[in-house]
């Protein structure tokens, strides 16, 4: 009982500055009320709309006034941007309808007003979108998300392969995330082992090396990269002084996947290194000897006899640089160019740029479910309780 | 013996290998130090700096840095985010690894889970509901706002290091304590915090590293008014690069460096006591 009010203050503490914040964002992922709030009359008109045909006059009506009034209340803008969402397009038809109709007369007939100014109010697919960018509560953005968009009919298709943005980008994603992981590995296994096997002194000493990355701020990282990679950068400078490139030769290095891929593999390492280093320090070197004695040779003892014992430090650091990888943000961002975004900078880019929020949360929430899922693969195969830093 | 000498080429090779993995973990950090000094507003070496005349090397860049009332603006408020966060998250994490160190508390594992999420999740994620959240209870742009957030991130940290320090710990001296009449506060103060205070203090410095470090929070949830070091760096990298980015590195890194030994330190302390 006292265990458990102890913990109890950062529980709670976590559940409201942390957890609150994410279950906000995927509430805002699938609810999504503007348009609904705006256009009550129209919507509820457009219920009972048979889909097939062009709507009665009632239902222009309703969307002229509905509309008129946005404009008033100074909402009409946003309005506008929810529904071209749904279908580009309909933006420009919005506006340039209610500025016309702003100026003019009441009509005799609101339906041919509005299909005068723009025939695309004479299109069931306008009312379709419209109808839909009215869901309060909505999967459209994860439908997005997923490169899917609902037919007319109500079925859900695929969108067309030149409009499919994010499912490549997702795969691109995953596909970075386990080459930067496997590299890792290759990379961290073997000093791994040089550092468990070394004197304690000299241990100590590579282990700071280790070390130094994983202190080092993530901006003064990237900053050394750029530094490093860039095309009037340190490494270009001598290549092109030794002779191995001509000086209009120069390699670019960042500001794409290269940078990327190398900035990452960078600050991710020691991740992967000190999970291995920990289990490998508990092998005796005995086993190995052993082996040897009894005719191994070098790889069949490594193969049979202390890779199987180091699995766990591989599937602990693996997994971690892998979810700390999908998840990666502030690299990509600043060394990554066009070529090196992943999912991440592409929420980012809808919280900030495109200001499609919703968007932005049900992405964020596709990456949420699959980092929770790696999470719990993690707990059970490692124990976050087991995690060690440094 | 053509196996034997088989073994010397990969012994050889191998240290290459780790030798070569060793220098591409610290080199990029190391390059930008004599790169700070430069007196030309380049990136790279220049003739001078390698032929090490002490003309192309200046101090101009500090100067620059030492002068410039936006990156002071931004050492304070990292600093005083930073303090503030890492006081919240030492006392809440050090409780909450007290609790967590007693195997049978109900829904330990399922806690712990909670507690170090923050650590895994993908900060993008964390700071767009943060943003979405915190406007709404008016803390977007404020201090309050940015320190519950690093607070938020930084106490998986020291959940983690308070936890290990107390797996060696002997319950007994608790109970013995307890038995000479002491209360669990008086326990705490005089039996536990002594033995764990290594542990506390790192994961107050990792709390510490990770809100002096952290900028994507304060991309969505701060204001200009809270512009700290990283957020200065980032607008630095992508806006207008001057080196005078690189004497700020220079600092950082040799910060870093004492954070990181005073650490490695404690951690030695700490683990040298008898388990």
Redesign the interface.
């Known amino acids: 009982m006292r265990s458990a009010a102890l913990v109890l203050p950062l529980a709670a503490f976590i559940a409201v500055t942390f957890v609150a914040p994410l279950v906000v964002m995927l509430g805002r992922s699938v609810h999504d009320p503007l348009v609904a709030d705006a256009l009550p009359e129209t919507l509820g008109l457009l219920r009972s709309w048979d889909g097939e045909r062009i709507p009665p006059e009632s239902v222009f009506e309703a969307m002229a006034g509905e509309l008129l009034k946005a404009r008033q209340e100074k909402s009409l803008g946003r309005i506008a941007t929810r529904v071209n969402r749904v279908q580009a397009g309909l933006r420009s038809a919005l506006l340039r309808s209610v500025r016309k109709l702003r100026g003019a007369p009441r009509p005799d007939s609101w339906r041919e007003a509005m299909i005068a100014i723009d025939p695309k109010w004479g299109q069931t697919r306008t009312w379709h979108a419209i109808r839909r960018a009215g869901e309060r509560f909505t999967l459209r953005h994860y439908l997005h998300a997923l490169d899917l968009d609902q037919a007319p009919g109500g079925g859900i298709v695929r969108q067309p392969p030149d409009l499919r943005i994010y499912l490549p980008l997702l795969s691109r994603t995953l596909g970075v995330s386990l080459g930067i992981t496997l590299l890792c590995l290759l990379l961290g296994y073997p000093i791994a082992y040089l550092i468990a096997n070394a004197p304690p002194n000299r241990a100590n000493l590579l282990l700071l090396l280790v070390l130094v990355p994983f202190w080092t701020s993530l901006l003064v990282r990237t900053t050394s990269w750029i530094v490093l990679l860039q095309t009037q950068g340190v490494i270009n400078d001598l290549l092109a002084a030794v002779g191995l490139i001509g000086d209009d030769q120069r390699i670019s290095m960042i500001y794409n996947m290269t940078g990327t891929v190398v900035a990452m593999t960078h600050v991710l390492l020691p991740f992967m290194v000190l999970p291995l280093y920990s289990v490998m320090r508990t092998i005796p070197p005995l086993y190995m000897s052993a082996a040897a004695s009894l005719g191994a040779s070098f790889l069949q003892a490594f193969r049979r006899v202390y890779w199987p014992q180091t699995l766990p430090g591989v599937a602990a650091g693996s997994l971690l640089v892998f979810i700390l990888a999908i998840g990666y943000y502030i690299t990509p961002a600043l060394v990554g160019g066009q070529s090196g975004q992943l999912i991440s900078n592409m929420v980012a880019y809808h919280m900030q740029q495109s200001l499609n929020w919703g968007l932005a949360a049900a992405l964020g929430g596709v990456l949420l479910g699959g980092v929770f899922c790696l999470y719990l693969v993690f707990n059970r195969l490692v124990g976050v309780d087991r995690m060690r830093l440094g | 013996m053509s196996g034997n000498s088989w073994?010397r080429v990969?012994q050889l090779g191998?240290?290459a290998?780790?030798s070569a993995?060793?220098l591409?973990?610290?080199a990029?950090?190391l390059?930008?130090v004599p790169?700070s000094f430069n007196v030309e507003p380049y990136?790279?070496?220049t003739e001078g700096m390698l032929s090490l005349d002490p003309q192309a090397y200046s101090l101009r860049w500090y100067r620059t840095v030492a002068e410039d009332p936006q990156w002071l603006r931004a050492l304070a408020n990292s600093l005083v985010i930073g303090f503030a966060a890492t006081a919240l998250a030492t006392a809440?994490?050090t409780?909450?690894a007290?609790?967590?160190?007693?195997p049978?508390?109900?829904?330990?594992?399922l806690?712990?889970?909670?507690?170090?999420?923050?650590m895994?999740?993908?900060?993008?994620?964390?700071a767009?509901?943060?943003?979405?959240?915190?406007s709404?209870l008016g803390l977007a742009q404020t201090y309050p706002g940015l320190i519950?957030?690093h607070?938020?991130l930084g106490?998986p940290?020291v959940?983690?290091?308070v936890?290990?320090t107390l797996s060696g710990f002997d319950p007994n001296l608790t109970r013995a304590a307890a038995s000479l009449g002491a209360g669990?506060v008086r326990t705490f103060r005089r039996i536990q915090l002594p033995l764990i205070a290594p542990g506390v203090i790192?994961g107050a410095l990792?709390a510490f590293?990770t809100s002096?470090?952290e900028?994507?929070t304060v991309?969505?949830i701060g204001g200009l008014d809270q512009r700290t070091i990283?957020r200065q760096?980032?607008a630095g990298?992508?806006e207008q690069?001057s080196p005078a980015?690189?004497a700020v590195?220079t600092l950082?890194?040799a910060f870093?460096?004492l954070?990181?030994?005073v650490?490695?330190w404690l951690?030695?302390r700490g683990s040298a006591k008898p388990a």
């Open positions: 073994g990969g191998y240290l290998y780790c993995v060793f591409f973990l610290t990029p950090i390059v930008i790169l990136f790279t070496f809440l994490g409780l909450a007290l609790g967590l160190s007693n049978a508390m109900p829904g330990r594992s806690a712990m889970g909670l507690l170090i999420s923050p895994v999740t993908p900060v993008i994620i964390s767009a509901g943060m943003f979405f959240f915190y709404d519950l957030a607070t938020a106490t940290f959940v983690i290091t936890t290990a669990p790192s990792f590293a002096f470090d900028v994507v991309l969505f990283p760096m980032w990298i992508r690069i980015i690189l590195a950082l890194i870093a460096m954070l990181m030994v650490v490695e951690r030695r």
